[in-house]
């Protein structure tokens, strides 16, 4: 049997990171794994983007390099997250094409899900009206994902699929203050309060009511659900990787989960006057569960810890 060449773009990335680390431990022979990120290639150019498909061969994508942020920075660059992830997702998706590639796994997210909306969403629902306001850039740019699966599928016959992951979290995230998610944003600001002590009087802010609900995956979870639709799924339809809907928690009890991971000695406040951004964006994984009906997820305190005990092990070398 002939090798698979798998290229994953954004592959120095939070979830490139944690496919590279579950590929170490489940590889396979007839499997070769190239990781790249932007030091390799500018996936916004076709050019480029084209010297690097050539450079390898690939005979399958996982496609996660984006444009990615949290609320804020999303809030105030909308249209670069829309210019730069269209640019992105046509050339890989189209060199793809041009050089034969048989599959594609692609990265979409529940937040781009309609704003107004019944819950849980589920695959079905992508384009069942405008995002949230916040990030239509984000949004708007990975729907059009799904549409060019579709349209490889139905032009082609092509097995160009997306995953739709919830929030992710874990070991190589993005810590800068400007552009992280909540979870990474807040370990930082946690980490810098308590680095010169540790001590009662100090206070942990977290921006927003703390009352939004959200659904987080482990990045290594989520690698391995990966892997297993590089290997194993093969619909160009969009499957929603998400821990269960009974594993929402809110940001009042991430930030306390931070505070047990640091053994935090202070008090956590909530500046109400920041946006909380969409109250829930609850994703049904019934789809996923059918599949694999035993799976377990690794419970969120165990996952806190972890990351938090990987920041403070690599705080020099982490992107803050
Ligand atoms: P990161 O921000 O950690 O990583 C982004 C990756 O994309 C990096 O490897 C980066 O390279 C690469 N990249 C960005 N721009 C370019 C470019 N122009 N050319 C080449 N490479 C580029 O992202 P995540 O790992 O968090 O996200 C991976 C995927 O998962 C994305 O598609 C994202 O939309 C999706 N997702 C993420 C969620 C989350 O909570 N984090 C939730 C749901 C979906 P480098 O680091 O070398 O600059």
Redesign the pocket.
């Known amino acids: 049997m002939s090798k698979k060449i798998i290229l994953v773009?954004?592959?120095?990335?939070?979830?490139?990171c944690a496919i590279k680390k579950i590929i170490e431990s489940d590889s396979k022979s007839d499997e070769q794994w190239i990781f790249?990120?932007?030091?390799?290639?500018?996936?916004?150019d076709k050019q480029s983007t084209e010297a690097l498909f050539q450079k390898y061969k690939p005979t399958h994508v996982i496609?996660?390099?984006?444009?990615?942020g949290g609320l804020f920075h999303n809030m105030n660059h909308n249209l670069d997250f829309l210019r730069?992830n269209i640019h992105?997702n046509d050339n890989v998706l189209q060199t793809a094409h041009e050089t034969n590639v048989v599959k594609v796994v692609?990265?979409?997210?529940?937040?781009i899900f309609p704003d107004k909306i019944t819950y849980p969403i589920d695959e079905t629902m992508i384009h069942n009206g405008p995002p949230h306001p916040s990030n239509y850039g984000?949004s708007y740019a990975?729907r059009l994902i799904d549409i060019a699966n579709h349209g490889y599928y139905d032009q082609h016959g092509r097995i160009y699929t997306s995953v739709?992951?919830?929030?992710?979290?874990g070991p190589?995230?993005?810590y800068n203050p400007q552009t992280s998610?909540v979870i990474p944003g807040l370990i930082r600001k946690l980490y810098d309060l308590i680095k010169d002590g540790n001590t009662e009087d100090k206070e942990f802010k977290v921006l927003g009511t703390g009352k939004p609900l959200r659904q987080f995956i482990y990045?290594l979870d989520l690698a391995k659900l990966f892997v297993w639709v590089l290997r194993e799924y093969n619909s160009p339809d969009p499957i929603i990787l998400s821990v269960d809907e009974t594993q929402e928690v809110s940001i009042s009890q991430v930030a306390q989960s931070l505070a047990r991971a640091f053994d935090f000695k202070g008090r956590i406040v909530y500046d109400s006057t920041a946006a909380d951004g969409q109250y829930k964006k609850t994703a049904s994984n019934a789809k996923l569960r059918n599949y694999l009906p035993d799976l377990k997820f690794t419970a969120f305190d165990e996952a806190i810890k972890e990351s938090v005990d990987w920041y403070r092990n690599n705080y020099d070398k982490a992107?803050n």
């Open positions: 773009t954004g592959g120095t990335g939070l979830v490139g790249v990120g932007s030091k390799d290639v500018d996936l916004c496609h996660l390099a984006a444009m990615v730069n992105i692609s990265c979409l997210s529940t937040c984000y990975k739709i992951p919830c929030n992710v979290f190589h995230d993005n998610h990045s992107r």
